[in-house]
Protein backbone atom coordinates (compact mmCIF):
# COMPACT_ATOMS: atom_id res chain seq x y z
CA UNK A 1 0.00 0.00 0.00
CA UNK A 2 1.14 3.65 -0.66
CA UNK A 3 1.98 5.34 2.31
CA UNK A 4 1.56 8.81 3.09
CA UNK A 5 3.49 11.00 5.42
CA UNK A 6 2.97 14.92 6.31
CA UNK A 7 4.87 17.46 7.99
CA UNK A 8 4.82 19.30 9.88
CA UNK A 9 2.44 17.12 12.36
CA UNK A 10 1.50 20.60 13.57
CA UNK A 11 1.64 24.43 13.32
CA UNK A 12 1.13 27.43 15.03
CA UNK A 13 0.32 30.92 13.32
CA UNK A 14 -1.33 34.34 12.76
CA UNK A 15 -3.86 35.88 11.17
CA UNK A 16 -2.34 36.39 7.42
CA UNK A 17 1.11 34.27 7.57
CA UNK A 18 1.69 32.20 4.73
CA UNK A 19 1.07 28.72 5.86
CA UNK A 20 2.37 25.30 3.83
CA UNK A 21 1.84 21.68 4.56
CA UNK A 22 4.11 18.98 2.89
CA UNK A 23 2.66 15.75 1.91
CA UNK A 24 5.06 13.07 0.57
CA UNK A 25 4.08 9.23 -0.92
CA UNK A 26 5.82 6.59 -0.27
CA UNK A 27 6.08 5.70 -4.04
CA UNK A 28 4.93 7.96 -6.99
CA UNK A 29 1.39 8.34 -7.24
CA UNK A 30 1.88 10.90 -10.46
CA UNK A 31 -1.03 14.28 -9.29
CA UNK A 32 -3.59 11.61 -7.81
CA UNK A 33 -3.49 13.75 -4.71
CA UNK A 34 -6.16 15.64 -3.10
CA UNK A 35 -6.03 17.99 0.36
CA UNK A 36 -9.04 18.34 2.90
CA UNK A 37 -9.72 20.67 6.15
CA UNK A 38 -11.39 19.01 8.86
CA UNK A 39 -12.71 21.27 11.55
CA UNK A 40 -13.50 19.86 15.05
CA UNK A 41 -16.87 17.80 14.80
CA UNK A 42 -17.29 17.82 11.31
CA UNK A 43 -16.74 16.26 7.89
CA UNK A 44 -13.74 16.92 5.87
CA UNK A 45 -14.14 19.13 3.43
CA UNK A 46 -12.22 19.31 0.04
CA UNK A 47 -9.86 21.95 -1.15
CA UNK A 48 -7.51 20.65 -4.17
CA UNK A 49 -8.14 18.60 -6.61
CA UNK A 50 -5.47 16.76 -8.57
CA UNK A 51 -2.72 17.95 -6.67
CA UNK A 52 -3.54 21.65 -8.07
CA UNK A 53 -7.38 22.08 -9.02
CA UNK A 54 -9.06 24.65 -6.68
CA UNK A 55 -12.54 22.84 -5.98
CA UNK A 56 -15.16 25.15 -6.56
CA UNK A 57 -16.30 27.49 -3.52
CA UNK A 58 -12.66 27.23 -1.90
CA UNK A 59 -11.38 30.53 -1.57
CA UNK A 60 -7.99 31.67 -3.82
CA UNK A 61 -5.66 31.63 -1.06
CA UNK A 62 -5.48 28.07 -0.76
CA UNK A 63 -3.15 26.53 -3.69
CA UNK A 64 -1.84 23.21 -4.13
CA UNK A 65 1.48 22.11 -6.07
CA UNK A 66 3.47 18.67 -6.71
CA UNK A 67 3.62 15.66 -8.70
CA UNK A 68 5.27 12.10 -8.57
CA UNK A 69 6.18 12.16 -4.58
CA UNK A 70 6.26 15.22 -2.70
CA UNK A 71 3.40 17.79 -2.68
CA UNK A 72 2.88 21.40 -0.75
CA UNK A 73 -0.37 22.70 0.10
CA UNK A 74 -0.46 26.34 0.82
CA UNK A 75 -2.47 29.10 2.33
CA UNK A 76 -1.23 32.81 1.34
CA UNK A 77 -2.49 34.53 3.91
CA UNK A 78 -4.34 32.57 6.33
CA UNK A 79 -7.78 33.55 7.71
CA UNK A 80 -9.51 33.15 11.27
CA UNK A 81 -11.42 30.43 9.33
CA UNK A 82 -8.70 28.10 8.27
CA UNK A 83 -7.41 27.28 11.69
CA UNK A 84 -8.60 23.54 11.15
CA UNK A 85 -6.63 20.20 10.56
CA UNK A 86 -5.69 19.50 6.77
CA UNK A 87 -4.89 15.85 5.20
CA UNK A 88 -3.50 14.71 2.17
CA UNK A 89 -5.09 11.70 0.34
CA UNK A 90 -3.91 9.71 -2.72
CA UNK A 91 -6.12 8.15 -5.24
CA UNK A 92 -3.57 6.66 -7.49
CA UNK A 93 -4.05 3.07 -6.04
CA UNK A 94 -6.77 1.31 -5.59
CA UNK A 95 -6.34 1.02 -1.93
CA UNK A 96 -6.92 4.56 -1.17
CA UNK A 97 -4.92 6.22 1.88
CA UNK A 98 -4.92 9.52 3.65
CA UNK A 99 -1.61 11.51 5.24
CA UNK A 100 -1.65 11.72 8.75
CA UNK A 101 -2.61 15.32 9.30
CA UNK A 102 -1.13 18.71 10.14
CA UNK A 103 -2.97 20.24 13.27
CA UNK A 104 -2.82 24.77 12.25
CA UNK A 105 -3.84 26.37 15.62
CA UNK A 106 -3.55 30.24 16.70
CA UNK A 107 -0.11 31.25 17.57
CA UNK B 1 -29.13 18.99 -3.54
CA UNK B 2 -26.61 16.56 -2.81
CA UNK B 3 -26.74 14.24 0.67
CA UNK B 4 -25.64 11.43 2.46
CA UNK B 5 -26.58 10.42 5.30
CA UNK B 6 -25.30 7.46 7.58
CA UNK B 7 -27.00 5.30 10.24
CA UNK B 8 -26.74 2.47 12.38
CA UNK B 9 -24.09 3.07 14.42
CA UNK B 10 -24.21 2.58 18.33
CA UNK B 11 -22.26 0.60 21.39
CA UNK B 12 -21.58 -2.50 20.05
CA UNK B 13 -19.81 -5.57 22.37
CA UNK B 14 -16.10 -6.82 20.88
CA UNK B 15 -16.59 -9.32 18.71
CA UNK B 16 -19.76 -8.23 17.46
CA UNK B 17 -21.77 -6.80 14.43
CA UNK B 18 -23.52 -4.15 12.99
CA UNK B 19 -24.96 -2.53 9.73
CA UNK B 20 -23.99 0.64 8.79
CA UNK B 21 -25.93 2.18 5.85
CA UNK B 22 -25.65 5.52 3.92
CA UNK B 23 -28.65 6.57 2.33
CA UNK B 24 -27.68 8.95 -1.18
CA UNK B 25 -29.46 11.71 -2.53
CA UNK B 26 -29.10 14.15 -5.42
CA UNK B 27 -26.54 12.16 -7.44
CA UNK B 28 -25.96 9.57 -9.81
CA UNK B 29 -26.26 6.73 -7.35
CA UNK B 30 -25.83 3.78 -9.72
CA UNK B 31 -22.45 5.30 -11.38
CA UNK B 32 -20.80 6.37 -8.01
CA UNK B 33 -18.01 4.54 -6.43
CA UNK B 34 -18.79 4.90 -3.28
CA UNK B 35 -16.11 5.03 0.17
CA UNK B 36 -16.08 4.42 3.17
CA UNK B 37 -13.53 6.63 5.57
CA UNK B 38 -13.27 6.17 9.69
CA UNK B 39 -12.34 8.35 12.08
CA UNK B 40 -11.33 7.65 15.55
CA UNK B 41 -11.82 9.92 18.47
CA UNK B 42 -8.69 12.46 18.43
CA UNK B 43 -6.75 10.84 15.61
CA UNK B 44 -6.91 10.97 11.57
CA UNK B 45 -9.00 10.41 8.54
CA UNK B 46 -8.64 5.99 7.65
CA UNK B 47 -10.01 5.36 4.43
CA UNK B 48 -11.72 1.84 4.85
CA UNK B 49 -12.94 0.87 1.82
CA UNK B 50 -14.73 1.05 -1.92
CA UNK B 51 -17.07 -0.63 -4.02
CA UNK B 52 -17.85 0.24 -7.76
CA UNK B 53 -20.50 1.26 -9.87
CA UNK B 54 -22.20 -2.13 -11.25
CA UNK B 55 -21.18 -1.20 -14.52
CA UNK B 56 -17.03 -1.15 -13.45
CA UNK B 57 -17.85 -4.40 -11.83
CA UNK B 58 -19.24 -3.69 -8.42
CA UNK B 59 -15.98 -4.99 -7.10
CA UNK B 60 -15.18 -3.67 -3.56
CA UNK B 61 -11.39 -3.03 -2.23
CA UNK B 62 -10.20 -2.93 1.57
CA UNK B 63 -8.30 -1.61 3.98
CA UNK B 64 -5.87 -3.94 5.57
CA UNK B 65 -6.74 -3.39 8.84
CA UNK B 66 -10.58 -4.34 7.91
CA UNK B 67 -10.87 -6.95 5.03
CA UNK B 68 -11.78 -10.14 5.39
CA UNK B 69 -13.99 -8.49 8.57
CA UNK B 70 -15.85 -5.76 6.38
CA UNK B 71 -18.22 -6.13 3.47
CA UNK B 72 -19.76 -2.91 1.87
CA UNK B 73 -22.33 -3.51 -0.54
CA UNK B 74 -24.74 -1.88 -2.70
CA UNK B 75 -28.36 -1.22 -3.56
CA UNK B 76 -28.60 0.53 -5.99
CA UNK B 77 -32.64 0.41 -5.99
CA UNK B 78 -32.90 2.00 -2.98
CA UNK B 79 -29.60 5.06 -3.63
CA UNK B 80 -28.12 2.71 -0.42
CA UNK B 81 -24.69 1.93 0.71
CA UNK B 82 -24.03 -0.45 3.33
CA UNK B 83 -21.00 -1.38 5.40
CA UNK B 84 -21.22 -5.23 7.12
CA UNK B 85 -18.83 -4.79 10.36
CA UNK B 86 -17.95 -7.98 12.07
CA UNK B 87 -15.77 -9.28 14.47
CA UNK B 88 -15.11 -5.66 15.53
CA UNK B 89 -12.38 -5.00 18.10
CA UNK B 90 -11.82 -2.01 20.37
CA UNK B 91 -10.06 -0.48 18.03
CA UNK B 92 -12.41 -0.35 15.41
CA UNK B 93 -14.31 2.38 17.36
CA UNK B 94 -14.29 5.68 15.04
CA UNK B 95 -17.15 7.55 13.56
CA UNK B 96 -17.60 6.16 10.10
CA UNK B 97 -18.32 8.55 7.34
CA UNK B 98 -19.41 7.34 3.79
CA UNK B 99 -17.90 9.23 1.02
CA UNK B 100 -17.83 9.75 -3.15
CA UNK B 101 -17.59 12.87 -5.84
CA UNK B 102 -21.04 14.01 -7.54
CA UNK B 103 -19.12 13.93 -11.05
CA UNK B 104 -19.24 10.19 -12.71
CA UNK B 105 -18.52 11.13 -16.37
CA UNK B 106 -15.04 9.68 -16.52
CA UNK B 107 -13.67 12.50 -18.27
CA UNK B 108 -14.17 14.88 -15.81
CA UNK B 109 -14.11 13.14 -12.34
CA UNK B 110 -11.87 14.44 -9.59
CA UNK B 111 -10.42 11.26 -7.91
CA UNK B 112 -11.43 13.00 -4.87
CA UNK B 113 -14.24 13.11 -2.51
CA UNK B 114 -16.32 16.28 -2.83
CA UNK B 115 -19.27 14.93 -0.77
CA UNK B 116 -19.51 13.69 2.57
CA UNK B 117 -22.51 12.40 5.15
CA UNK B 118 -22.24 13.81 9.03
CA UNK B 119 -20.83 10.38 9.96
CA UNK B 120 -22.24 7.38 12.33
CA UNK B 121 -20.40 6.69 15.85
CA UNK B 122 -19.15 3.35 16.21
CA UNK B 123 -18.10 2.39 19.66
CA UNK B 124 -16.56 -1.17 20.73
CA UNK B 125 -16.69 -1.73 24.17
CA UNK B 126 -17.32 -4.23 27.05
Known amino acids: DIQMTQSPSSLSASVGDRVTISCRASQSISNFLNWYQQKPGKAPNLLIYAASTLQSGVPSRFSGSGSGTDFTLTISSLQPEDFATYYCHQSYSPILTFGPGTRVDVK | EVQLVESGGGLVQPGGSLRLSCAAS????????MSWVRQAPGKGLEWVGRIRSKIHGGTADYAAPVKGRFTILRDDSRNTLFLHVNSLKIEDTAVYYCATEVETDPAKVKNAFDIWGQGTMVTVSS
Open chain 2, 26 to 33: GLTFNKAW
